[in-house]
């Protein structure tokens, strides 16, 4: 099972919104969730580099990009173990495969060993017309 698994992404015209979701899943190999630390949106357009978007840390503290400041907003609801990305004014340079990232550790009951991972999605298409 996929540890992060995200959604909501789509076309959308330029100005145009779209809100992601990242669920984290309550249990993988490596045993079920017992705490997540940072959570955080990172962004790949074809040819470049992975970019990070946003973070948001386990009390709320947020962290954007320049480039998204006062248009994305990032949040989390740790009872369901989700972080989302509100996406506002979305400009045709927004447009990328849009990844979640999660800091997760695990806890196995059958042998009681905890591993730390650094999750990923597998990644949601936002496209922006213009």
């Known amino acids: 099972q996929e540890p992060l698994v995200e959604s909501g992404g789509g076309l959308v015209q330029a100005g145009g919104s779209l809100r992601l979701s990242c669920v984290a899943s309550?249990?993988?190999?490596?045993?079920?969730?017992?705490?997540?630390?940072?959570m955080a949106w990172y962004r790949q357009s074809p040819g470049k580099q992975r970019d990070l978007v946003a973070t948001v840390s386990s009390g709320a503290a947020t962290n954007y990009a320049d480039s998204v400041k006062g248009r994305f907003s990032i949040s989390r609801d740790n009872a369901k173990n989700t972080v989302y990305l509100q996406m506002n004014n979305l400009k045709p340079e927004d447009t990328a495969v849009y990844y979640c990232?999660?800091?997760?550790?695990?806890?196995?009951?059958?042998?009681?060993?905890?591993?730390?991972?650094?999750?990923w999605g597998q990644g949601t298409l936002v496209t922006v017309s213009s």
């Open positions: 309550g249990s993988t190999s490596s045993g079920r969730i017992s705490r997540i630390d940072n």
């Open positions: 990232n999660a800091d997760i550790l695990y806890y196995n009951d059958h042998d009681g060993v905890f591993t730390a991972l650094k999750a």
